[in-house]
């Protein structure tokens, strides 16, 4: 009210108020002067003599900024937590659990990864065995053992640690309506699949982006906390294998080889 007041009083221009310090005949050792814009601000500047100036600003409406920083922080992202992701996995919120798990190995890799905003791979050493276990299960446990990094592992295994096939595999690339055997990239995020259906491929989620290279997802994989599960499911597939390929000839092998596609194809991993 103070300001709508002095703001009537204080049109466009500059007002002076002279302070003489008791004297007339001597100069003015102080000038306090007044000066408004068309915006609603109020300049007040204090010239002395002995000083240099101060200068002050009051808006009007400053009141009026409260809303917006209010508004601005409803619409931050919540602080990422196991918490959070049971609960957006249990809604089936496949989508924003992707982006929650992306946070909290950000959270969980240290402080410079946090800084920065994204894990070095040399920083998912950093990781407790216990955080990555507990980001896991719950994957596993609202997809019915379809998603999670132990799953991609488990894959990854089969793929021979082949990069190209287990991308084939869990779905990250799509084939071409070729004649020729073609695949290429899915786009991020509208190419992927946030659903639970039959046909989404094992392994699908979450994701890891290898825009820098695969050694972050390399070392995701092969991270302490899937090792004792690997070397159970690799005991298991060597003795299908041996039981398998008994009495087989060389020839009988020739499709396990990597497809020539594969061979000619130049990896991007730039989703």
């Known amino acids: 009210m103070a300001n709508a007041s002095l703001q009537s009083f204080l049109l466009p221009q500059h007002h002076s108020f002279v302070n003489t310090g008791g004297s007339h005949e001597s100069s003015p050792s102080a000038l306090f002067r007044l000066s408004t814009n068309n915006s609603g601000s109020i300049s007040f500047r204090l010239?002395?003599?002995?000083?240099?100036?101060?200068?002050?600003?009051?808006?009007?409406?400053?009141?009026a900024l409260t809303p917006?920083?209010?508004?601005?922080?409803?619409?931050?992202?919540?602080?990422?937590s196991i918490d959070l992701l049971g609960r957006q996995l249990a809604a089936g919120d496949y989508r924003q659990a992707d982006e929650t798990t992306r946070a909290l190995l950000i959270e969980l890799a240290g402080e410079s990864a946090r800084r920065r905003g994204y894990v070095f791979f040399s920083e998912v050493q950093f990781i407790s065995t216990?955080?990555?276990?507990?980001?896991?299960?719950?994957?596993?446990?609202?997809?019915?053992?379809k998603f999670g990094y132990s799953v991609q592992r488990r894959l990854w295994e089969k793929s021979r640690r082949d990069f190209t096939r287990f991308f084939i595999k869990v779905g990250w690339m799509k084939k071409l309506d070729t004649e020729i055997e073609q695949y290429n990239y899915r786009a991020f995020p509208e190419e992927f699949m946030w659903e639970m259906?039959?046909?989404?491929?094992?392994?699908?989620?979450?994701?890891?982006?290898?825009?820098?290279?695969?050694?972050?997802?390399?070392?995701?994989?092969?991270?302490?906390?899937?090792?004792?599960?690997?070397?159970?499911?690799e005991a298991t597939a060597e003795s299908i294998t041996a039981a398998a390929t008994t009495g087989q000839s060389k020839d009988d092998n020739k499709g396990t080889e990597r497809p020539k596609f594969m061979r000619d194809f130049k990896p991007d991993y730039s989703f």
């Open 68 to 80: 917006v920083t209010q508004a601005a922080a409803a619409d931050s992202p919540p602080t990422p």
């Open 197 to 233: 259906k039959d046909d989404t491929p094992e392994g699908h989620l979450p994701l890891t982006n290898a825009l820098r290279g695969t050694q972050l997802l390399g070392n995701l994989l092969t991270h302490p906390a899937f090792e004792e599960e690997s070397q159970e499911d």
């Open 47 to 63: 010239y002395s003599n002995t000083s240099p100036s101060v200068t002050t600003t009051s808006t009007a409406n400053s009141s």
């Open 130 to 145: 216990e955080d990555l276990h507990a980001i896991d299960n719950l994957w596993k446990e609202h997809s019915n053992g």
